[in-house]
Nanobody, 122 residues
Framework: VQLQASGGGLVQAGGSLRLSCAASGRPFGDYGMGWFRQPPGKEREFVAAIRWSSGTAYHADSVKGRFTISRNNAVPTVYLQMNNLKPEDTAVYFC????????????????WGQGTQVTVSS
């Protein structure tokens, strides 16, 4: 599976961005896709994941109510709609693919896309 992320950029606090991640292969079963981020000087952290078969979504507490992960089965592509962005959301965002348990519990992935920079100015 190859993952191609896009959609990062520079935005003012309170603004919105939408990230996209296109997969070369179609996830199946309990496989999922998700997003992680790595703020400057910090560890990579889980942001959101989605179970491909059912569309069940999982979000980190830090982004609940502001970020929404979704998928397009036909393409296949996963999206991260980010609203009410804050300066602390500044990070390199990575899309990832693995079982949902790996993404949400182990915080690990089998496949990684290239990062896309999101910068939120205050």
């Amino acid at each position: 599976v190859q993952l191609q992320a896009s959609g990062g950029g520079l935005v003012q606090a309170g603004g919105s961005l939408r990230l996209s991640c296109a997969a070369s292969g179609r996830p199946f079963g309990d496989y999922g896709m998700g997003w992680f981020r790595q703020p400057p000087g910090k560890e990579r952290e889980f942001v959101a994941a989605i179970r491909w078969s059912s569309g069940t979504a999982y979000h980190a507490d830090s982004v609940k109510g502001r970020f929404t992960i979704s998928r397009n089965n036909a393409v296949p592509t996963v999206y991260l709609q980010m609203n009410n962005l804050k300066p602390e959301d500044t990070a390199v965002y990575f899309c990832a693919a693995a079982s949902v348990d790996s993404l949400t519990i182990k915080r690990q992935a089998d496949y990684w896309g290239q990062g896309t920079q999101v910068t939120v100015s205050s």
